[in-house]
C-alpha cells in the first residue's frame, strides 16, 4: 500500500464515517479494515486537525452499564477496562462523530 496517498485516502474515508454517524473504534477498524490502535492514531490527527475549524471530533463517553459512571474526562479513545466506582467491565465503547 501506498504510504502517503493511501494514508490520506484513509483518514479522508473515516472523517466521512465519522460525519455520517457516530462510531466507535471498533466500527471504524472493522469498515475500514485497519487496527483499532490505527483508528486511534487517526482519530488523534483528525481531533488536532479539526481545531482549528468550525467542526470538531465530538466524543460520546464510554458509560458503566452497572451503575452508569460516564467516563467524561477521558482522553484515551479505547474502551475503559474497568469502572473506578464499582470496579464492573461491562463499559460501553466512546463513540466519536464530527460535527
Ligand atoms: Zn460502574
Not at 474515508?13 to 487517526?42: F, N, P, T, W, Y
Not at 474526562?73 to 463499559?91: E, H, K, N
Amino acid at each position: 500500500m501506498p504510504e502517503d496517498s493511501g494514508d490520506k485516502t484513509l483518514r479522508q474515508r473515516m472523517m466521512a464515517l465519522l460525519e455520517a454517524e457516530e462510531c466507535g473504534v471498533r466500527d471504524i477498524s472493522q469498515a475500514l479494515h485497519i487496527s483499532e490502535k490505527e483508528v486511534a492514531d487517526h482519530l488523534a490527527h483528525i481531533r488536532r486537525s479539526l481545531s482549528d475549524s468550525p467542526q470538531g471530533l465530538a466524543i460520546c463517553p464510554a458509560e458503566c452499564l452497572a451503575c452508569g459512571f460516564v467516563f467524561k474526562d477521558r482522553r484515551r479513545f479505547s474502551r475503559p477496562g474497568r469502572c473506578p466506582l464499582c470496579r464492573q467491565t461491562r463499559i460501553t465503547m466512546p463513540r466519536f462523530s464530527i460535527r
